[in-house]
């Protein structure tokens, strides 16, 4: 296993999962996909934690659990100081001294209850990345799932250019298709994809087609892959290196400056022959061993997603 790797990865739902199905149960330990135990070997570590909002919440609902997960996250901030810093702001970004520098994400904007002044409060809250949607309907847009798939509200546009005053990162992961267009259209700032693979090698309406990770790539916005068994193969049948054709594939398209990992980590079924956060000494060593130079791996482990944090989010 490699014991200087750095790793930046842009997706996983490990603080809905603890401070919602685990009653509160710490970050530090556990059976889960991440822990800062099973981290332990990482170099420099930068992980994007979601809020996951399930679509049933709305309004005042929506709200209550926003601040729940919220609250579970700053409360581990205190419980391990040395170990788990949220980064908001330049200083926490590049803290080299914490194991963990923890950026917060909410997974659907309904957690915004339709009131624009939320992005605000979001973002004091140190949130700097919100996925607009989940998979069905909400204030902002419709989800992948939704049945008319429409773009973004009048609300939605708005949340977006907010988010690009405040310098928060436009996710459009769980986006539908028209969502996707629209986005692209009216944010000033790059935007990403944080958990998303390429539709072309996985028909799933999740991922992304050419189009769109052109777009993304282009615009200098990061694509997270992700290793859902369901959004790396279609039969489901996937391994840790399905992860890779997704990646070869990007890269074919340009993505050198653009790819990035979005694990899902505690929010999906990963492939069998990988058990969690450890499991990404081994991917790193996979990429290796097909050549790839280690400039390279390390722009997709973590410096891409370094670069767009550093020059959109966290600017100086
Ligand atoms: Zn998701």
């Known amino acids: 296993m490699n014991k200087t790797m750095d790793l930046f990865d842009l997706h996983c739902d490990t603080a809905f999962e603890c401070a919602t199905k685990l009653g509160g149960a710490d970050i530090n330990k556990g059976a889960r996909h991440i822990s800062l135990a099973r981290a332990g070997y990482l170099n420099n570590w930068r992980q994007v934690f979601a809020i996951f909002m399930p679509d049933e919440y709305r309004g005042e609902a929506a709200e209550r659990h926003y601040e729940r997960v919220r609250d579970y996250l700053h409360r581990q901030a205190k419980i391990f100081p040395r170990e788990f810093v949220i980064a908001n702001d330049s200083d926490g970004f590049h803290d080299n001294a914490a194991k963990c520098r923890a950026i917060i994400s909410v997974e659907g904007g309904s957690a915004l209850a339709g009131k624009i002044e939320r992005v605000q409060s979001l973002y004091n809250d140190g949130v700097r990345l919100i996925t607009l949607t989940w998979n069905d309907s909400n204030e902002l847009a419709d989800g992948i799932r939704a049945e008319k798939g429409r773009g973004l509200t009048d609300f939605g546009r708005n949340a977006v250019r907010e988010m690009n005053r405040l310098h928060m990162a436009v996710d459009v992961s769980h986006l539908s298709d028209a969502g996707f267009y629209d986005v692209a259209e009216i944010s000033e700032a790059p935007f990403v994809a944080s958990h998303s693979n390429a539709r072309k090698l996985c028909g799933n309406a999740r991922n992304l087609t050419d189009d769109m990770i052109s777009i993304i790539s282009s615009r200098g916005g990061v694509i997270g892959l992700n290793f859902y068994v369901g959004f790396l193969r279609e039969d489901e049948n996937a391994h840790m290196t399905d992860i890779l054709r997704h ?70």
């Open 247 to 316: 990646a070869e594939y990007m890269l074919s398209l340009g993505c050198e400056n653009c790819l990035c990992l979005g694990s899902d980590f505690d929010g999906c079924d990963i492939p069998p022959d990988m058990s969690g956060i450890e499991s990404m000494g081994e991917l790193y060593e996979h990429f290796l061993r097909l050549n790839y130079s280690e400039d390279l791996v390390k722009k997709i482990f973590s410096r891409n997603a370094e670069n767009y944090f550093k020059k959109y989010i966290f600017e100086d």
